[in-house]
């Protein structure tokens, strides 16, 4: 079975800001690692956002932040 990653999600968590809090505004990628981790252990938000951000601790566990960085680049919105 192959994986294919869907180019659409990928621009969309690109470009996608924190919509509130200590880090309102900044790119999810932007966000610190431990903020992230934080969110794991409370639980993450519900919707679009907590699988945003679940996605993003994932990338940034695998030190994959230049992937989304050149997204951001290339596909800019």
């Known amino acids: 079975m192959e994986l294919k990653p869907d ?3 990928l ?4 470009h996608y800001r924190m919509p509130f809090g200590k880090y309102k505004g900044r790119y999810l ?3 610190p690692e431990a903020y992230l ?5 409370k ?3 519900n919707g679009k956002l907590g699988e945003l951000l679940r ?5 940034k566990t695998n030190n994959l932040e230049s992937l989304i ?3 951001q680049k290339h596909f800019p919105k």
């Open 7 to 9: 180019n659409r999600k």
């Open 11 to 14: 621009i969309e968590l690109a």
């Open 29 to 31: 990628v932007d966000l």
């Open 37 to 41: 981790v934080w969110f794991q252990q």
């Open 43 to 45: 639980g993450f938000p």
């Open 55 to 59: 996605s993003m601790l994932e990338i």
């Open 69 to 71: 960085r050149g997204i």
